[in-house]
């Protein structure tokens, strides 16, 4: 069966559950991380009031240091919404769509695709297309009948990185979403 958004909303239900996605994604299972700083093992709990983890020693982790949601104030959740409709859109999400999915401004949004895109493309960086690729208009920017979208120079490697990570992931399409997932 395919990953839908009932399953999303399952594994995916809150915040937290996104936050601690990553950690255990960047660092292995809350109970078994040995501590950095002590090297006790497991001592890692969920703060309250930030979006970490403290160690009995007082050591932290923040989980979202170093990835696209670093500095955003858009809740994980969305973030993690918005890399599932990426991923399972055959022709990717234009920010107007993102806009309307996930409640935020156009401005927003238009980042939020941006730094999928940005990430997409890095995951894919070593593992280039050979040969001429053709890339059509619908694939860029998700064009309606008759509408041309303009996607300048400077933005251009990165849809061709989306295009190519979708590329290499089109015979598993429904695995997209995991290996973005599991690539912090
Ligand atoms: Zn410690």
Known sequence: ??????????????????????????FGNVGEVACPKCGEIGKFKRLRKLPAYTCNCGHHIHPMKDTPFERST???QKWFYAIYLFTTSRHGVSAKELQ???GVTYKTAWRIGHEIR???SMIDGDNGLSGTVEVDETY????????HIHVSGKHMAKYLGEFEYRYNMRKTPELMFFRLLASF
């Open 1 to 26: 069966m395919t990953y839908n958004v009932l399953e999303f909303m399952k594994q995916f239900p809150d915040d937290d559950t996104c936050l601690e996605h990553l950690f255990v994604t960047r």
């Open 74 to 76: 858009t809740p994980l």
């Open 100 to 102: 309307r999915q996930l």
């Open 118 to 120: 940005k990430y997409m």
């Open 140 to 147: 860029i920017g998700g064009k309606r009948k008759g509408t």
